[in-house]
């Protein structure tokens, strides 16, 4: 019972990883100027390699959420999201330790709330240990346990779920200057 | 039974998605509905009279027989309410008038105004029951303060300047102009541009000229 419990459980996260990536991905190639300025506004990288990076995460990206989806290279997967979200994590907090806060994170997939939405805080160093806690799960359980269709389609679901709440939770944050700077 | 279970699992996800769906949109609405709506605030189109400006002195005599001095050095704040008997949107105000004329009686005086033939207003008073306002007919007075829309409301100070002024919608609108008056300045919409340095939003073209001709009577 137990090990179907922690396969459901790394199963569910792994979906939620994998849609994640998936989104963030389609996103980052949908919008690829604008993720090159996001790069840029990071300044961690020389200007020759924006154009080759900003085509190459989106890549990592869309095959971290593919690896993920096949059983057999579910650790892979895990793997490369926790190292991807980790990479993410020190580039916020690099720019965090600079003091150089008051840039949109790019983190969000295009929130109505125009560009000042997601400034760079301690909260995403938060969000991306738990990404990385996550992506732990199917890592730690090689993502194989007792598997059958019954735990695979609550696991998709759930996962699917929690994405979409992802979502939301992101639009609600982006609400939240807007809310806040009408009672000044 | 195992079946019925899975079937209901198999709906309750797919309700708990749907949730999902919906609590997206919403938050999404909620953030562009931050985004659009400015406070409401009494529109200002007036061009002749600004705020400060020293209202010329006027001697008018009210629907009553008495004589009231407009401007000048009144004793109390005085509220003009430009109106007209053929407005709705005035009659809807009205008690908005009533309680403001009550609950501020000890500094602020509400004067109604509007120009016309005498008997349709005397009619006019005696239907809604306005026999407690000051009643003014001067087509003069309009012109001087620029009305082109209905209802307007000027606000005057007690130093006989004009403290603010504008198109009033609302009762929220009518109270913006008391609350302009107490920030020291002319409208909503000028308190915001000054403010705008600080975050606030501005009012949107397109959405001031939706107000005029949702207004247009």
């Known amino acids: 019972m137990s090990s179907e419990m922690l396969t459901l459980a790394s199963l569910t996260s792994a979906f939620f990883l994998a849609l994640l990536l998936f989104a963030a991905s389609l996103h980052k190639f949908a919008a690829r100027d604008q993720f090159t300025q996001t790069l840029a506004r990071y300044a961690l990288l020389p200007a020759s390699m924006l154009r080759p990076v900003s085509i190459l995460m989106p890549v990592i990206e869309l095959s971290a959420a593919s690896l993920l989806l096949l059983p057999s290279m579910r650790l892979f997967g895990a793997v490369l999201a926790a190292a991807l979200f980790l990479l993410y994590a020190c580039a916020i907090g690099i720019n965090l330790l600079r003091g150089r806060t008051e840039f949109d994170c790019g983190c969000g997939w295009g929130a109505a709330g125009g560009e000042k939405a997601n400034t760079l805080s301690g909260w995403l160093i938060v969000r991306n240990t738990l990404l990385i806690l996550l992506a732990s799960l199917p890592a730690l359980s090689g993502g194989n346990g007792s598997m059958n269709w019954l735990v695979t389609g609550n696991a998709a679901a759930a996962g699917l779920v929690f994405a979409l709440l992802w979502v939301a939770a992101d639009q609600l944050l982006a609400n939240r200057p807007m809310a806040e700077r009408r009672h000044t | ?217």
């Open chain 2, 1 to 217: 039974m195992i079946e019925t279970l899975l079937t209901s699992q198999a709906l309750l996800w797919l309700v708990v998605v749907i949730q999902a769906v919906a609590l997206i949109a919403l938050a999404r609405q909620v953030g562009v509905l931050y985004e659009r709506v400015a406070p409401a605030g009494a529109l200002a189109v007036n061009q002749t009279l600004r705020s400060g400006d020293a209202v010329p002195e006027m001697n008018l005599e009210s629907l009553t027989g008495r004589v009231l001095k407009i401007g000048g050095q009144p004793e109390r704040m005085q509220l003009l309410f430009f109106l007209s008997p053929s407005c709705p949107v005035c009659k809807s105000l009205l008690p908005a008038l009533r309680s403001l004329q009550r609950d501020q009686r000890s500094r602020l005086e509400v004067l109604l105004a509007s120009d016309g033939e005498r008997a349709v207003h005397e009619r006019f008073v005696d239907r809604e029951g306005l026999g407690d306002f000051q009643y003014l007919l001067s087509e003069q007075l309009g012109r001087q303060f620029g009305v082109a829309k209905l209802p307007y409301a000027v606000l005057i100070n007690s130093d006989g300047t004009v403290a603010s002024y504008g198109i009033v919608n609302s009762r929220e609108h009518l109270e913006s102009l008391l609350e302009a008056q107490e920030l020291g300045v002319s409208s909503i919409q000028d308190y915001m541009t000054r403010a705008q340095g600080s975050g606030p939003i501005q009012v949107k073209p397109e959405q001031s000229s939706k107000e005029v001709a949702h207004e247009a009577v």
